[in-house]
């Protein structure tokens, strides 16, 4: 597996690690679970990084010195590619031939390695996208940045070259023929999992275990706690969220004395030109007394803020697949979300949470006025959300893939 511009080492929510590093390292593990031994391969970003490091039995991460190890954004990254491939194949050259059968690219800074790689070992290049340029720029948040014409290009030539690509969804891989004429025989729907032992509801059940979480994490038992949990940037549109709660308390006074607001995530990707805008939009609109700004924490904290919360609010401008939505679920939280990517396949809308079509701040106040007017449609929704993310495990996602990987094999042979 390649991740050039992330590592899955790294906390998400953190930079530029979010996702993606969850889907990597989940896949793997899985993966190696059936006898499937995986490499990731990724950027060394500090000298202290030991060169390989195993993650879990049959799972290698390695790290490769490629460009200075810190200082690098990922728009610097694409003149790095040589000395990470170089890299790679340094490493290589220590094997047998033979010794990889598949390479699996993430993100298309490692398609374009992976080209390469896949080329001069004679195996097949299996590729996920995760995110698309220009699916992200004609839906840009206001004040984003749109994705250069380098990416859309670079993007072109990996859909091109690989033997097969893996989408998230079926509108992903609808919007991989429509966008990057893809040939739909080579395009494999895998939805992403989620960790099933991890994220989970309280075995006393969902009210119990949010009143338990709340008490670990001192929030009031009684409080209205819509949360927001993932990157802090202009795509992932926390702004919305706390506009919407502004217009909340505005038409709903009464409600201040019963509303906190976790925002837990840190800034990445255009969200680290303005590090603290959310912070000083919470100020303007008047409600820092009601926001409460997290760090990102580890993923048994965050299964925590996820039982804690009365509703999770994810009002994204894209989404491949939404696996932060997955996760509440799974931990008997119900979403507001929009609808948009991959999150109508991980949300059922009215089942296991609300989808709003468009952005506007109203839509997602009125969302969150039927779980204040209904202090049980959370639990009620929640346990909906626990059983509808079961389908979601990693087990299935690993099996899956490993049959992509197989008609890659066959294909390439």
Request: proline share 7%; hydrophobic share 45%; net charge neutral.
């Amino acid at each position: 597996m390649l991740s050039v511009h992330t590592s899955p080492l790294h906390q998400p929510g953190t930079g530029d690690a979010g996702g993606m590093n969850v889907y990597i390292v989940e896949l793997a593990k899985c993966l190696a679970a059936t006898g499937i031994e995986v490499e990731i391969f990724t950027r060394a970003t500090s000298a202290a990084l030991a060169p390989t490091v195993e993650l879990s039995p049959g799972v290698l991460a390695r790290h490769i010195v490629a460009g200075p190890y810190e200082g690098l954004a990922k728009e610097d990254l694409p003149a790095q590619l040589c000395a990470f491939a170089h890299g790679v194949l340094r490493l290589w050259a220590d094997h047998r031939p033979g010794h990889y059968d598949v390479v699996h690219s993430h993100y298309w800074l490692s398609g374009h390695v992976g080209r390469l790689l896949g080329e001069r070992w004679g195996v097949p290049l299996v590729h996920a996208m995760h995110t698309m340029a220009m699916v992200k720029n004609a839906s840009l948040a206001k004040g984003d940045t749109p994705e250069p014409e380098a990416r859309v290009l670079g993007e072109t030539h990996v859909v091109r070259d690989a033997q097969r690509l893996i989408a998230s969804t079926a509108r992903e891989a609808e919007e991989l023929c429509r966008h990057y004429d893809a040939d739909p025989t080579r395009v494999a729907v895998v939805h992403p999992g989620v960790n099933l032992d991890r994220f989970r509801p309280d075995p006393r059940g969902v009210e119990a275990g949010r009143a338990a979480a709340r008490a670990r994490l001192g929030l009031p038992h009684e409080a209205l706690v819509p949360m927001f949990a993932g990157r802090i940037q202009p795509l992932k549109a926390p702004d919305i969220l706390l506009l919407a709660v502004a217009r909340l308390l505005r038409e709903r006074p009464g409600l201040r004395e019963r509303i906190v607001v976790p925002v837990v995530g840190g800034p990445s990707g255009s969200g680290l030109a303005r590090p603290e805008e959310l912070q000083k939009l919470a100020a303007r609109l008047g409600i820092s007394d009601v926001v409460l700004f997290r760090p990102p924490v580890g993923q048994a904290e965050l299964a925590d803020w996820y039982r804690a919360a009365t509703v999770l609010v994810m009002p994204s401008y894209s989404e491949s697949f939404g696996l932060v939505a997955a996760e509440a679920q799974a931990c008997g939280t119900p979403v507001v979300a929009a609808e948009v990517g991959g999150l109508p396949v991980a949300v059922r809308d009215g089942v296991s949470g609300v989808l709003v079509p468009g952005h506007r701040p109203e839509d997602y106040a009125r969302a969150l006025c039927r779980f204040a007017d209904d202090p049980a449609l959370s639990a009620r929704m929640g346990s909906a959300a626990a059983r509808h993310a079961e389908s979601f495990g990693w087990d299935a996602a690993a099996a899956a893939t490993a049959d992509v990987y197989a008609a890659a094999m066959r294909e390439r042979r």
